[in-house]
Nanobody, 124 residues
Framework: QRQLVESGGGLVQPGGSLRLSCAAS????????IGWFRQAPGKEREGVSC????????TYVSSVKGRFTISRDNAKNTVYLQMNSLKPEDTAVYYC?????????????????WGQGTQVTVSS
């Protein structure tokens, strides 16, 4: 059974940092672009970042550029999202997803497999 499991969420003060992990089981992530998405209460799901299969291409939504960094370790079958300088507006449930289409995208409809999400709360 193919599964993605996110971890690393939690409560952090504004300006703090968290590192989210997305681990795959039942399949290898080598052939998948991986996207990070988030959904805040009452809002639509938003694409945050994407990393290509090789890691050579990364994209970010403008609101997180310069603060978030996506990376992958195919040997560990895991993708990471390092989040620095967190703001209250980053509060959301964060999801990772896997996509086999060509090219990196934060369009949710492309993605085949999704994790269950991890809560990130930025508050003082």
């Amino acid at each position: 059974q193919r599964q993605l499991v996110e971890s690393g969420g939690g409560l952090v003060q504004p300006g703090g940092s968290l590192r989210l992990s997305c681990a795959a089981s039942g399949f290898t992530l080598d052939y998948y672009n991986i996207g990070w998405f988030r959904q805040a209460p009452g809002k639509e799901r938003e694409g945050v970042s994407c990393i290509s299969t090789s890691g050579g291409v990364t994209t970010y939504v403008s609101s997180v550029k310069g603060r978030f960094t996506i990376s992958r370790d195919n040997a560990k079958n895991t993708v990471y999202l390092q989040m620095n300088s967190l703001k209250p507006e980053d509060t959301a449930v964060y999801y990772c997803a896997a996509d086999r289409a060509i090219g990196c995208s934060t369009r949710a409809a492309r993605y085949d497999y999704w994790g269950q999400g991890t809560q990130v709360t930025v508050s003082s």
